[in-house]
C-alpha cells in the first residue's frame, strides 16, 4: 500500500483503506458525472473519517435521534465526501413522516448517479432531499450560519429539557468549512454571536488549504483567521498536517474537553491527493480529473487503477464496527433514558415528541387577543407583539428575536419567565441576534432545522441583508419565521434609506416562501394562525410601522379569509361589480374608504384583501373565480410598493397605484400624498379603470 509522502503514521491499514475508500468514491463519481469537485473530499478525507468514526455520537440506524452530533458541511460543494460517509456508514433514510426505512439514505448506485436527475446524490447536499442531510449547503458561509443555530438550539434544549438525572441533550455541532465559508460575511457574523454566547458546543474544522476556485487563496485572503477568531473568542488550535489522525484525534479531544466556547480547528491541507508536491490544478478548479489523472490518483493511494466505486472488503463492517456500534449504544441508552424521563417528566416529555414531529401543544391557539373596531386603529407591528406574546406562552418552544430593534419590530417576549438567552442564561426565549441580519437567517433556520420555532425580525427593507437565508429556508422547506416592520413608505422620516419598495416582489418570487402581509390588526391574527400551522414552508410576516384602523368585521366580511390568502372584504351591494379594488396590508384601508365614496356615487365596487399571493394561488380555481370575477376588466390594486407583478391580478385594463421610484424623507401624511396614496386617487383609479375596460 502506498501511502502519501506524509504518511499516516499510525493509521491501520483499514483506516487508510476508508479513507482511500471516500476519497476514490468521489473521485469516480466526479468523473463519471464529468462535473463536480473531487479536490475537497479528497483531502478531508482523512479529517472526516476520523470525526465520524472515533468521535461523532451519531447512529447511522436512527438519524433524526434528537440528541445525535451535528455534522454540517459548509463547503458543500464537497457533497461527495458526505455522500460517501452516508453510504459507508450505512445511515439508513427517513421518509416525509420522520420515520425510519429499511433502506440506505444513500445506496452505492446513488453514487453511481451523482448529480444526475432525481437522484438521492445533488451537487450540494440538500436538507429533506437527501437524509443524513442536516442542512442545505452550497452557497458558502450559510451552513456555518446554521452550525450556529444548531448550537444554539442544543444549549437551548439541555437548559429547558434536562432534569436532575436526565441529560438528554448534550449534542455537539461540528461543521466543516473552507476559505470561501470564512470569507463570506455570514460566517463571521455568526462566530462573532458564537463566541459572545460561549457556545462550547461548536465546532468547525476549517480546511485550510490555501486555495479557492480562482487559484491561491492569498489572492485575495491573506488575515489571520486564528487571530481573528481567538478576537471572537474561540478557542483555536492547529493541525499541520492533514493526514495525521493522531493530530486530528488529538485536536478533537481538545474541543471536547473544552466546552467553555466554541472551538476553530485550522486543519493545513492540500486539496486534491492530499500530498503538497502532487497538488493538481483541476481538482481544485471544481471539475473532474480526466480519465488519465484518474489513474494516476489511484496509484498514488495504491488502488486498483482500472477499478471503479470499489469498496473493499471490510470497510463498510468496518463503519459498522466503530460510528455504528458507539452510535449504537449510545442511542440506545439515550431511548431507554427518554423513557424513564417519560414517565417522570410526562408533560416536556410530551413537548419533546411533538415539537420533534413539528406538531403544535393542545391549545397552542389560546387566549389569542381580537381587536375591536377602531378607526384609529393600530400598527401591525403593536398588534402582532400581542399575538406572538400569546402564542409563545402557548407553545413553549417558539425561539427568536430581532437584529438589535426589539423595540422597533415589538417581538420582545415579555411575559414572565421569557428572559434573555445568553451565556448564563441558555433558556431563554428572547436571542439578541445584535446587528447580523445574515447571521440572524442562517441561525433561525439552523434553530428551525432543531425543531424549533425560531423566529428573527428587522426592518422590512434589511430583508435584503438576509434574503440568501431566506431562499434556503423555502429551498430545504422548514418553517422558520420572519418578521418584517416597517413595511413601506409609510414609516415616514427614515426616508427612502429604509423605505422598501421592491421587497414585495422580491420575496413574492421566492418558491414556498409563504408571505402575509395583513391589513389590520384582527388579519394579523389570523395570519398568525395560519403560520403557526405551517410544518414545511417558511413565512415572512409584513407589518406596518404606523397605525391603520381596525375593520368593523360586522359590516365587513371577517378575516378568516386571510387563509385563502385573499378574499372579498366588501362587496357590491347586489350582483356584480363594476370594479375590484384590490391591496394589501396598509393600502386596504385606502380601498375601503374609496369602496364607500364610489357606493355613494352609484359606482358597484368590492374590495379584495389580499395579504398572501402565494396562499392564494394555493386556492382552486372556483375560488379564483368567486373572487376574482374573469368578467370584471375593471381592476385597480393599491399597494405602497413596486407594482411588478400585480398586472396578473389586475390584467390589461387594470390600474396598479404603485411606488415608481424610491420614497422620501418626510412625515408620513406627506410621503403617502406625494406619492399619491389617498383614497380620492384610488377613487379616480377606479374611474380610469372603468373607462379603459370599455
Ligand atoms: C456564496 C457562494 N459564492 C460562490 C460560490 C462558488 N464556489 C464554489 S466553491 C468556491 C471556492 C471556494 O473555495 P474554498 O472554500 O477554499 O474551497 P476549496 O476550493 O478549497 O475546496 C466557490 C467560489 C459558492 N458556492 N457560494
Ligand atoms: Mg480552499
Excluded at 422597533?408 to 447580523?436: C, M, P, W
Excluded at 355613494?600 to 376574482?628: C, T
Amino acid at each position: 500500500m502506498v501511502t502519501s509522502e506524509h504518511p499516516v503514521a499510525t493509521a491501520s491499514q483499514l483506516d487508510l483503506l476508508s479513507i482511500n475508500t471516500i476519497r476514490t468514491l468521489a473521485i469516480d463519481a466526479v468523473q463519471k458525472a464529468n462535473s463536480g469537485h473531487p479536490g475537497a473530499p479528497m483531502g478531508l478525507a482523512p479529517a472526516a473519517y476520523c470525526l465520524w468514526q472515533q468521535f461523532l455520537r451519531y447512529d447511522p440506524e436512527d438519524p433524526t435521534w434528537p440528541n445525535r452530533d451535528r455534522f454540517v458541511l459548509s463547503n458543500g460543494h464537497a457533497s461527495m465526501l458526505l455522500y460517501a460517509l452516508l453510504y459507508l456508514a450505512g445511515v439508513r433514510a427517513v421518509n416525509a413522516k420522520y420515520e425510519t426505512l429499511d433502506e440506505p439514505a444513500v445506496s452505492l448506485d446513488d453514487i453511481k448517479q451523482f448529480r444526475q436527475i432525481d437522484s438521492k446524490t445533488p451537487g450540494h447536499p440538500e436538507y429533506r432531499h437527501t437524509s443524513g442531510v442536516e442542512t442545505t449547503t452550497g452557497p458558502l458561509g450559510q451552513g456555518v450560519g446554521n452550525s450556529v443555530g444548531m448550537a444554539i438550539a442544543g444549549k437551548w434544549l439541555a437548559a429547558r429539557f434536562n432534569q436532575p438525572g436526565f441529560e438528554l441533550f448534550d449534542f455537539n455541532v461540528w461543521a466543516f468549512c473552507g476559505d470561501g465559508d470564512l470569507m463570506e460575511g455570514v460566517a463571521s457574523e455568526a462566530a462573532s454571536l458564537a463566541g459572545h454566547l460561549k457556545l462550547g458546543n461548536l465546532c468547525w474544522i476549517y480546511d485550510n488549504n490555501h486555495v479557492t476556485l480562482d487559484g491561491p487563496a492569498v489572492w485575495s485572503f491573506t488575515e489571520d483567521v486564528a487571530e481573528r477568531f481567538k478576537g471572537y473568542g474561540w478557542s483555536v488550535s492547529h493541525v499541520t498536517d492533514a493526514n495525521d489522525l493522531n493530530a486530528l484525534t488529538n485536536s478533537y479531544n481538545k474541543f471536547l474537553d473544552g466546552k467553555d466556547r466554541p472551538s476553530l480547528i485550522v486543519l493545513d491541507s492540500h486539496i486534491g491527493y492530499g500530498a503538497p508536491h502532487k497538488q493538481d490544478t483541476s481538482a481544485a478548479h471544481g471539475e473532474a480529473l480526466g480519465e488519465e489523472e484518474v489513474r494516476l490518483a489511484k496509484k498514488f493511494y495504491g488502488w486498483p487503477e482500472d477499478a471503479k466505486f470499489l469498496v473493499p472488503d471490510g470497510v463498510r463492517e468496518h463503519f459498522r464496527d466503530g460510528i455504528g456500534r458507539r452510535g449504537r449504544d449510545l442511542r440506545e441508552k439515550w431511548r431507554k433514558r427518554f423513557n424513564d424521563y417519560s414517565k417522570a417528566h410526562p408533560e416536556l416529555a410530551q413537548q419533546l415528541d411533538r415539537m420533534q414531529h413539528r406538531e403544535l401543544p393542545q391549545g397552542w391557539d389560546r387566549n389569542l387577543p381580537s381587536f375591536p373596531p377602531d378607526a384609529k386603529g393600530v400598527a401591525t407591528r403593536e398588534s402582532s407583539g400581542k399575538v406572538l406574546n400569546a402564542l409563545a406562552q402557548n407553545t413553549p418552544w417558539i425561539v427568536g428575536g430581532s437584529a438589535d430593534l426589539d423595540t422597533s419590530t415589538k417581538t420582545h417576549l415579555k411575559f414572565e419567565g421569557a428572559g434573555e438567552f445568553q451565556q448564563d442564561n441558555y433558556g431563554g426565549r428572547n436571542i439578541h441576534f445584535g446587528v447580523r441580519q445574515h447571521a440572524m437567517g442562517a441561525i433561525v433556520n439552523g434553530m428551525t432545522i432543531s425543531k424549533l420555532r425560531a423566529f428573527g425580525a428587522t426592518f422590512f427593507n434589511f430583508s435584503d441583508y438576509m434574503r440568501p437565508s431566506i431562499r434556503l429556508a423555502a429551498l430545504m422547506e422548514i418553517p422558520a419565521l420572519f418578521i418584517y416592520t416597517h413595511d413601506s413608505i409609510g414609516l415616514g422620516e427614515d426616508g427612502p434609506t429604509h423605505q422598501p419598495i421592491e421587497q414585495l416582489a422580491s420575496l413574492r418570487a421566492i418558491p414556498g416562501l409563504t408571505l402575509l402581509r395583513p391589513a389590520d390588526a384582527n388579519e394579523v391574527v389570523e395570519a398568525w394562525r395560519v403560520i403557526m400551522q405551517l410544518r414545511h414552508e417558511p413565512a415572512a410576516l409584513v407589518l406596518t410601522r404606523q397605525a391603520v384602523p381596525t375593520f368593523d368585521r360586522s359590516k365587513y366580511s371577517s378575516a378568516s379569509g386571510v387563509a385563502k390568502g385573499a378574499y372579498i372584504l366588501a362587496d357590491a351591494p347586489s350582483g356584480m361589480p363594476d370594479v375590484i379594488l384590490m391591496a394589501t396590508g396598509s393600502e386596504v384601508y385606502l380601498c375601503v374608504d374609496a369602496y364607500e365614496k364610489l357606493n355613494a356615487e352609484g359606482i358597484k365596487a368590492r374590495v379584495v384583501s389580499m395579504p398572501s399571493w402565494n396562499l392564494f394561488e394555493h386556492q382552486d380555481d372556483d375560488y379564483h373565480e368567486e373572487v376574482l370575477p374573469f368578467s370584471v376588466k375593471a381592476r385597480v390594486a393599491v399597494e405602497q410598493a413596486a407594482p411588478f407583478g400585480w398586472s396578473q391580478y389586475v390584467g390589461p385594463h387594470g390600474v396598479v397605484v404603485g411606488m415608481r421610484s424610491f420614497g422620501a424623507s418626510a412625515p408620513l401624511k406627506d410621503v403617502q400624498k406625494k406619492f399619491g396614496f389617498t383614497s380620492d386617487q384610488v377613487v379616480e383609479a377606479a374611474r380610469e379603470a372603468i373607462a379603459r375596460s370599455r
